[in-house]
């Protein structure tokens, strides 16, 4: 009785954060668009490419007659998207099935009871993710108040709005592998485990499913906290180690994958492909734009999330040290950086803020809760201050967030127009 009670007790905190983050995203989600949720689904934008699999597969049964497709020279239609996205979304779809047969709505993968279904997934998905962080920091940070740096994380950056205003666009689903990948390193670093050891494999494929460029993170765990190249070949060594969670792991990742490829060579005859490549966008590696995406008015990272430069400015501070995780993450981050810099549309269009980087602040999470302890120790008028600003960022982000209609970029998006948009958050219309 007294392990039952000291369970609930330990996971109550966690059920607590859990409903607090759902009902938050759902809530603001279901209230902005409730008078277009017939529609919803059908924006024709990413977020209908990422979840059009879905009703083509399971419905219409046909992968040529997707509504957000590029035309191939053969008169073959593409999917520029990957799967992973739809991967997540298919048992909210299957809910939304379910609700609409027994609600008497039509059935087709796109009326009002998906777009609920989806909405809900999505909130769930934030949810779970930040029961995983909230686990992550009371391993690396015991006895530091952990709450105050994962609501910041959430209503001081993008990751608001892309968990309840564009809650079908990757970076959400993504913030919740990324927080998984930490959760089961930090859990496979403290006694290894072959059913972590085959979620590793599960969530590192669903991480290039759903995102292909965040392929990078998967250095993560084989660098997080290593202090040494023995203790990186020791990582590697988890592999044969538990072979038969190894031969698992790799199982259920092809299997994963398998629809991808098969998908495109369907599509375009072709097993592997750069789809961005059939609309002649690609990487210029010779002239990344690396501060502009830091500092521009077309949706730089610090401009739209200044948070994230103290943040910054903290893990830089704590990778001076060996063996704590941060020079992991800089690694991470800075190779994402490069590589975003280097896209032909570096400032990722109709965006609000710098949403390549929306996923990467589950593992900034941790440099955030440092910041926060560190802001704890200042003298009474100087913690005043800093809490003082970090309300303000909060404040703006989510005025901003209310206000936000794409496009916030291209040459008619200048500093005057950005600026213009800050006073309104001032205004309550």
């Known amino acids: 009785m ?26 603001t989600a279901y209230w902005v668009y409730a008078d277009q949720l017939e529609k919803l689904l059908r924006f024709g934008s990413d977020s209908l490419g990422y979840y059009q699999f879905l009703p083509a597969v399971f419905i219409d049964h046909d992968l040529q007659g997707m509504p957000w497709v590029t035309g191939l020279p053969d008169g073959r239609t593409l999917s520029i998207f990957s799967i992973g996205v739809a991967l997540m979304q298919l048992p909210f779809f299957v809910l939304g099935h379910a609700l609409a047969a027994w609600g008497g709505w039509e059935a087709n993968g796109y009326s009002t009871p998906y777009a609920v279904a989806q909405l809900f997934g999505a909130a769930f998905y934030l949810a779970l993710s930040m029961v995983l962080l909230r686990r992550c ?26 968990t309840a205003f564009e809650a079908f666009m990757s970076h959400g689903y993504s913030f919740f592998l990324f ?33 292909p460029l965040n392929g990078v993170v998967l250095l993560f765990p084989l660098l997080y906290r290593a202090k040494d190249l023995a203790a990186v070949q020791e990582r590697l060594a988890w592999a044969w180690r538990m072979p038969a969670a190894t031969l698992l792991g790799l199982g259920i990742a092809a299997l994963l994958v398998l629809p991808q490829l098969l998908y495109w060579n369907y599509a375009s005859g072709q097993w592997l492909l750069f789809t961005y490549g059939t609309k002649g966008e ?14 521009s008015h077309q949706n730089g990272w610090f ?47 109709g965006a609000f803020g710098y949403r390549g980087f929306v996923e990467y602040t589950a593992l900034l ?3 955030l809760a440092l910041l926060l302890e560190r802001v704890r120790t200042f003298k009474p008028t100087l913690r005043l201050s800093a809490w003082g600003a970090l309300g303000f960022m909060v404040f703006l982000n989510l005025r901003l967030s209310f206000l936000y209609r794409s496009p916030w970029d291209g040459p008619d998006w200048t500093w005057g127009r950005f600026w213009h948009e800050v006073g309104r958050a001032f205004w309550v219309s």
């Open 2 to 27: 007294n392990t039952l009670r000291n369970t609930l007790t330990d996971r109550l905190p966690d059920l607590a954060w859990a409903l607090f983050f759902l009902v938050a995203a759902f809530g």
């Open 282 to 295: 690609g990487f210029d590696w010779g002239s990344p734009h690396l501060f502009d995406l830091l500092i």
């Open 137 to 162: 920091l009371r391993m690396r940070l015991p006895g530091i108040p952990v709450w105050p740096s994962l609501l910041l994380l959430y209503l001081g950056t993008n990751l608001y709005y892309y």
């Open 303 to 349: 401009v739209y999330s200044p948070l994230m430069l103290f943040v910054l400015a903290m893990l830089f501070w704590q990778a001076r040290q060996r063996g704590n995780g941060a020079r992991s993450m800089l690694l991470v981050w800075g190779i994402t950086w490069y590589l975003y810099g280097c896209w032909w549309a570096w400032w990722l269009g």
């Open 365 to 367: 999470s941790l440099p």
């Open 179 to 211: 927080a998984a990948l930490w959760y089961l390193t930090e859990k496979q670093l403290a006694a290894l485990d072959p059913i972590r050891h085959v979620l590793l494999f599960v969530v590192a494929a669903l991480i290039v499913l759903v995102r």
